[in-house]
């Protein structure tokens, strides 16, 4: 599943929002960085969907999408926003995202911001709407209802259920003259496409800046330069791949390439692959069989977890432990002098790998 902050604005760390997916009923597995970010507003580059509902929309991003079954869809949808009326349609240009000056209908609710605004500065020409019926998604529609019209306004609130038609002031006039067409009650019927039903009945979506492999071939013309890398990839029989490296540590990783890491993903089968956000921000997290916690797999060039503008992350239902079934001790490795004396941990987990109370009796 894909998770981001409580808006599109805000940040936060892979144990900030594993704590999260924990108190709303899920047990982590492991998690990794998502996408590249806007480092000035914390605003993702590409689209954005968890649980079935769009934090965010720009179409012109590649994505990976996932279905309810856990089963995944990679590319580039293309994704486009469309408004329709009794007299007229229009195109929407993406969805809690910093509005343009110069062009562009853009589309907010209340999940853009702490403030619960469109988070401009400029003023603008904004359509205050209610929800009648339906909710984003790919291939589907929603009603909205006119409720206000405001021009001139800065910083527009947006309440909750509610979405804004916005579009700046020095906007051209096309895009002026569709929203001063509409009126208070008039419904407006906003619909998200793809250019492919396979994106149809996705319910969770991260975006992602380079296609790293294509059909089984690496990508041209990636950018050079070693750092550390986040990926994603596809295999034939739909598996799918969470690849990371780190790197810009000396003594202990350079990290790699584009093409390196899109080598590395044809290695290990991918038929196609992403990449992901990189350099501090990579990150793996891991709940280790044993314990309760989702804890840091890799080693951030930050030295320590750099809080991001979205995850992936493998979860299952939250269950009960059951009697222990696998022992682990820890740690897996240790360096150790001759005579030294090295203390180790013996921790316990279920057959579904929970946390388990250690058996009274053991001898090894």
Known sequence: IVTSGDYSTQLTTVSSAARTLEADGWRVVAGVNGDYYDTANGIALGSVMSDGVFRNISGSYYALGFYDDGS???????????????????????????????????????????????????????????????????????????????????DTAVGRGQYVLSANLNSGENYLNALRALRVGDRITVSVDANSSEWDGVTNLIGALYQLVENGRVCSGLSAGNAPRTA?????????????????????????????????????????ALSLDGGGSTMVGVQ???????????????????????????????????????????????????????????????????AADVPGSISW
């Open 72 to 154: 995944a869809v990679m590319g580039k949808p293309d994704l486009r926003i469309s408004a329709e009326t009794d007299y007229d349609s229009f195109s929407i240009s993406a969805m809690n995202y910093i509005r343009q000056t110069s062009f562009g209908i853009f589309m907010y609710d209340d999940s853009f911001n702490a403030r619960g605004t469109i988070g401009t500065s400029e003023p603008g020409y904004d359509v205050i709407c209610s929800v009648r019926r339906g909710e984003l998604s790919i291939g589907g529609e929603m009603t909205l209802e006119v409720e206000d019209i405001v021009e001139g306004s800065v």
């Open 232 to 272: 994603v990839g596809l295999r034939r029989d739909g598996s799918l791949v969470m690849y990371t490296i780190d790197g810009r540590q000396s003594g202990y990783s350079v990290g790699a390439t584009l093409t390196q890491v899109a080598e590395r993903m044809l290695e290990l089968g991918c038929e196609t």
């Open 288 to 354: 280790y069989p044993g314990y309760d916690k989702c804890a840091t797999a890799n080693t951030p060039t930050d030295g320590s977890m750099r809080a991001c503008a979205n995850f992936i992350f493998l979860v299952r239902e939250k269950t009960q432990a059951e009697e222990a079934d696998h022992l682990f001790l820890y740690p897996a490795h240790s360096y150790a002098l001759p005579g030294a004396t090295v203390n180790f941990a013996l921790k316990a987990a279920d057959r579904n790998y929970v």
